[in-house]
């Protein structure tokens, strides 16, 4: 049996120097030192504009140690398409090669050349970092932004539409590995990554990733507040392989014990600030019957 992930047996091999220019408390600071570990030194990164591309900084004090290819918003998997062309030319078949892209680079701009992508079957890892709206420009909406949060382009009464189910709509392309995960479980993150790696074909992982800055709340409370999202039910961890849905660790023992209330979640961070008691009811009702659909699938 393989030994159990823990943060005593990560690689210690750091990819990514300390000292970078992500905001203090950040959920991708946190993911993108641990997913490098999981990748391996044998990658090839691509990256559109975002706060991952202000993280790294320039060559020559840029903060990752991997080749990194940053290309325009909405080419990022034609781009990663492009590199996988070259390596099959130089008959290169070890190379990981994988795209790390934000919500807006991915769920807007960006998911045209994903699908395509999909649709074709290419080898990569394409890794969504999920801050739920465009920080780095600062913080308007995009279209994995919950309904009702308040961004610079929805200061009045928030965000009308719903959040956009990317990963669903990744996983309706028939790719043979989709996953969501979470910055407040990195271990969770790093074992999936490590999974795609072993996957060919194209694999897709969400991972929701808090922002003080953009959601407005203490840095110190990033992990707490990303596990809140989860132990709420509002946020779930799974795993789609070859069309088998599992729920992960953390939310499989929400099906066994009681879920927190959305609302100790929403009131943590000041993005919520306008969401009226009653919409907030009815967010518990949406979860409230998500979860109920959870348990009547057969296990
Ligand atoms: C075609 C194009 N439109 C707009 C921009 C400006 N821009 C740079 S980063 C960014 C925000 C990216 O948001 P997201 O993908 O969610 O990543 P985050 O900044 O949240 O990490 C925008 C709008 C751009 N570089 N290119
Ligand atoms: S704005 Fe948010 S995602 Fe961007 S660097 Fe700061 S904390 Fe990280
Ligand atoms: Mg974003």
Not at 55 to 76: K, M, R
Not at 181 to 187: D, F, K, L, T, V
Not at 281 to 290: H, L, M, P, R
């Amino acid at each position: 049996m393989a030994e159990k992930t823990t943060v005593l047996n990560l690689p210690e091999d750091e990819l990514v120097h300390p000292g970078n220019r992500a905001c203090a408390g950040c959920g991708l600071s946190i993911i993108y030192r641990i997913g490098l570990k999981a990748l391996g030194r044998d990658t090839i990164l691509v990256v559109p504009p975002s706060c991952l591309t202000v993280l790294q900084g320039l060559y020559p004090i840029a903060a990752t140690q991997l080749p990194c290819l940053n290309v325009t918003f909405a080419s990022t998997a034609a781009a990663a398409t492009g590199i996988l062309a070259a390596l099959r030319a130089q008959k290169n078949t070890s190379t990981t090669v994988a795209a790390w892209a934000g919500d807006g680079g991915t769920s807007d701009i960006g998911l045209q050349a994903l699908s395509g992508a999909c649709e074709r079957g290419e080898n990569f890892i394409f890794i969504c970092y999920d801050n739920e709206a465009y920080m780095n420009t600062g913080v308007q909406r995009s279209g994995t932004t919950p309904q009702g949060v308040l961004t610079t382009t929805t200061p009045i009464s928030g965000k009308k539409q719903k959040k956009k189910d990317v990963p669903a709509i990744i996983a309706a392309h028939g790719i043979p590995y989709v996953a969501t995960a979470s910055a407040a479980y990195p271990i969770d993150f790093y074992d999936k990554i490590k999974k795609a790696k072993t996957i060919s074909g194209p694999k897709y992982i969400h991972v929701h990733t808090p922002c003080p800055s953009g959601w407005g709340f203490n840095p110190r409370y990033t992990i707490k507040i990303g596990r809140m999202a989860v132990e709420s039910g509002l946020y779930d961890l799974y795993e789609n392989e070859n069309g088998h849905f599992e729920l992960s660790g953390p939310s499989q023992r929400l099906l066994k014990k009681d879920r927190r209330p959305v609302s100790e979640y929403l009131e943590t961070q000041a993005r919520f600030r306008g969401l009226s008691e009653a919409r907030i009811a009815s967010i518990q009702q949406e979860v409230d019957a998500k979860w109920e659909t959870y348990r009547a699938q057969p296990s």
